[in-house]
């Protein structure tokens, strides 16, 4: 499953990696507080022992090894650059990968999370609290749940599409999205609503096999298209 998001911040210059591993950080700790495995996270290198030769993080700050990877890495080329890591985990039912892109000031980034948990991703409270982390690290434009291949489907290809889950930094209610089957307000009830998470299937894990999670996830893009819910990519 792929969460992915973009966001925009003049504030963040591209080769300020200590700043980029801290928001990331917020994610990953988020991750570890669902599962204790994902508490060790790792530089992605040729192989499995270089990556383990760059720990992220050491006592909750960014590791100094991989601080100077990293700039030695992009200093050729500082105006676009990225983290990537790996969590360590080698089993394609365990492990996750993540990435954050960053540009110059005034141009969009992306991050990226693959995970591929089988057991955090049956928990939608648990998947709920990764995206929750995502809000909290990078205030996001918006933030998508799906498995890759569902590009292909979703119904507009400018628009970011629901899948199983769509953030967006705005205030929707059930009455304007009658076709999703929760509506989360972000951040949590008692505090002031700033976005909104719908999520498109809560019986199960979207699945690209399920032509009724497909179907169910078309429907609200065209309902939120309706409304002017669902930006541009352009106009983002």
């Known amino acids: 499953m792929d969460f992915r998001l973009q966001f925009k911040d003049a504030t963040l210059d591209p080769m300020n990696f200590e700043e980029a591993l801290s928001r990331i950080h917020v994610v990953t700790t988020g991750l570890a507080e669902i599962d204790q495995k994902f508490n060790r996270w790792y ?3 040729k192989s499995r022992d270089e990556a383990l030769l760059y720990p992220a993080f050491e006592d909750g700050a960014p590791s100094t090894a991989i601080l100077a990877v990293l700039k ?5 080329d500082p105006t676009t650059t990225y983290v990537a890591l790996w969590d360590g985990n080698e089993g394609d039912s365990r492990g996750a990968t993540l990435a954050c892109h960053l540009n110059e000031a005034g141009i969009y980034n ?3 999370l693959s995970l591929a948990d089988s057991a955090i991703l049956s928990n ?3 998947v709920l609290k990764i995206v929750g982390s995502l809000v909290k690290a990078f205030n996001p434009a918006y ?3 799906s498995p890759r291949s569902y590009v292909a489907k979703q119904v507009f290809d400018d628009k970011p599409g629901v899948g199983w889950m769509l953030y967006l930094p705005t205030v929707i209610t059930q009455q304007q999205v009658p076709e999703a089957r929760e ?3 972000v951040p949590e009830a008692g505090k002031a609503q700033t976005g909104t998470i719908v999520v498109s299937t809560t019986d199960a894990p979207f699945s ?3 032509p009724e999670h497909i179907e169910t996830a078309n429907r609200i893009e065209v309902r939120l298209v309706d409304q002017d819910l669902l930006p541009a990519f352009t106009d983002l």
């Open 43 to 45: 530089a992605r290198g």
């Open 72 to 76: 030695h890495k992009f200093a050729a």
């Open 110 to 112: 992306s991050f990226e």
């Open 124 to 126: 939608l409270d648990a």
């Open 143 to 145: 933030v998508t749940v």
């Open 183 to 185: 509506i989360v307000p």
């Open 208 to 210: 690209m096999k399920n």
